[in-house]
C-alpha cells in the first residue's frame, strides 16, 4: 500500500515514493542532475572548470535553463577543456554570441576564456584544480547540524564561499561572487546541501567517506 503520509517540507515524493529535493521536481532530467551529480564530489578538472564555468552564466537566471542549454554550452566551449578554451580570443567571442545554444552574454563568454587562463595558472600552482577547491571544503563542525529546509533558509553564502571568492578574485577570476562560489560549492560536492530524508543524501556522503 504506497506511502499517502505528505513529504517532510523541502522534499516531494514521486510515483514510486522516493523522496527529492523539491527544487528539482520540475523535469526529469532535473530530477536526474539532482540524484546523480548534485552535491556529489567531483575531483576531475575538465568538470570542476565547467561546473564554476556555468555557475558563472546562472547568475541571474534559473539553474534549469542553464542545465537545458549544458550541452550546448559543452560544445561551444571545447567540451570545457581548459587549454583549449584558453586558445580563444575575441574573434570566438564574437562568433558566440551568435550561438543561439549557449547564453549569449558578452560579459560571461568573455569570463570563461579569462578564468580558463586563470585556470592555467591554478594548475600550475597547485597541480591541479581539484586540489585548490578542495582546499575550501568547510569543516564539519561549521555546517549546520541537521541539513533541512529550515536550515537552509537564506543560506546562499558561508564563510568559506566568501573565502573562495576573494582568492579567486584576487588571482584575476571574474563572475565568481560569494553566492556563486557558494552554488558551485553545492553542485560539486565541497558542501551536501541535500535534505535529510532525501534519497540522495546518504549516496554523496557514501561517495565523498570512500575518497578519505
Known amino acids: 500500500m504506497p506511502d499517502l503520509s505528505p513529504a517532510p517540507a523541502g522534499l516531494f515524493k514521486d510515483d514510486h515514493q522516493t523522496l527529492r529535493c523539491v527544487w528539482c521536481r ?14 556529489f564530489p567531483v575531483h576531475d578538472d575538465t568538470r570542476l572548470f565547467e561546473k564554476i564555468c556555468l555557475e558563472g552564466f546562472q547568475a541571474g537566471l534559473s539553474w534549469l535553463t542553464i542545465l537545458n ?32 545554444g549557449i547564453v549569449r552574454h558578452r560579459g560571461k563568454i568573455a569570463s570563461t576564456l579569462n578564468n580558463a587562463r586563470r585556470a592555467q595558472a591554478l594548475r600550475d600552482e597547485f597541480g591541479s584544480l581539484a586540489a585548490y577547491f578542495w582546499r575550501f571544503e568547510p569543516p564539519a563542525g561549521s555546517r549546520p547540524e541537521t541539513i533541512t529546509s529550515l536550515s537552509l533558509q537564506g543560506l546562499t553564502t ?7 571568492s ?16 557558494y552554488a558551485f560549492m553545492q553542485a560539486m ?24
Open 189 to 212: 560536492g565541497l558542501v551536501n546541501d541535500h535534505l535529510e530524508g532525501c534519497h540522495a543524501r546518504p549516496q554523496a556522503l557514501a561517495r565523498r567517506a570512500a575518497l578519505g
Open 166 to 181: 576573494k582568492d579567486l578574485k584576487k588571482r584575476g577570476w571574474s563572475f565568481v561572487g560569494p553566492t556563486t562560489m
Open 26 to 39: 520540475a523535469t526529469p532530467e532535473y530530477q536526474r542532475y539532482h540524484d546523480t551529480e548534485w552535491g
Open 69 to 100: 542549454k549544458r550541452e550546448g554550452f559543452r560544445q561551444a566551449f571545447e567540451g570545457f577543456d581548459i587549454d583549449r578554451v584558453a586558445a580563444l580570443g575575441e574573434a570566438d567571442i564574437a562568433r558566440l554570441l551568435l550561438n543561439p
Open 158 to 164: 558561508s564563510a568559506e564561499s566568501v573565502a573562495l
